[in-house]
């Protein structure tokens, strides 16, 4: 990875054409952002936009994540996307702008697909596996 001081990005349309030290000439709209880093979007293939806060800490101390995702379900649209929107904000303040939604239940798709489009996000929302809550008392 090369780190270009005073350089220029040119985009065109949703796609980045050229990045140049220095100014990039011809008459195109400019955004001057100095002293700020900017870097691709990163791709995180496996999110769980709408049940990644009530599962923090418990994967990572061995407990069953199985119940918060469940308890997730029975939370109003407006709840749900609440949610999902504050795990959005964290996925893309960490430099993630593509996302692969892995939801639990129609849903939680629904709401990440709410969330996006409302605020551009390039996502790709899919489902869990098939059945998962009737798999979740074989695997524990």
């Known amino acids: 990875m090369t780190v270009l001081r005073d350089a220029s990005v040119l985009v065109r349309g949703d796609r980045v054409e050229e990045v140049h030290e220095g100014p990039i000439r011809g008459s195109f709209d400019r ?3 100095p002293d700020q880093l900017v870097m ?6 496996h999110t769980h936009c709408c049940s990644a ?3 923090r800490g418990i994967i990572e101390g061995g407990r069953s994540f199985a ?3 469940i308890h997730v379900e029975p939370l109003s649209d407006s709840e749900l996307d609440a949610l999902t929107a504050f795990n959005m904000a964290e996925l893309l303040r960490g430099g993630s702008t ?6 639990l239940s129609l849903r939680q798709a629904e709401s990440y697909v709410r969330v996006a489009k409302k ?3 390039r996502g790709y929302p899919s489902g869990m596996v098939p059945g998962i809550l009737r798999l979740f008392p074989i695997w524990f």
């Open 53 to 55: 806060t009530p599962t």
């Open 119 to 121: 605020w551009g996000v």
């Open 67 to 69: 119940r918060p995702l």
């Open 40 to 45: 691709p979007g990163m791709i995180s293939g």
């Open 31 to 33: 955004v001057k952002l």
């Open 98 to 103: 593509t996302h692969v939604k892995m939801s």
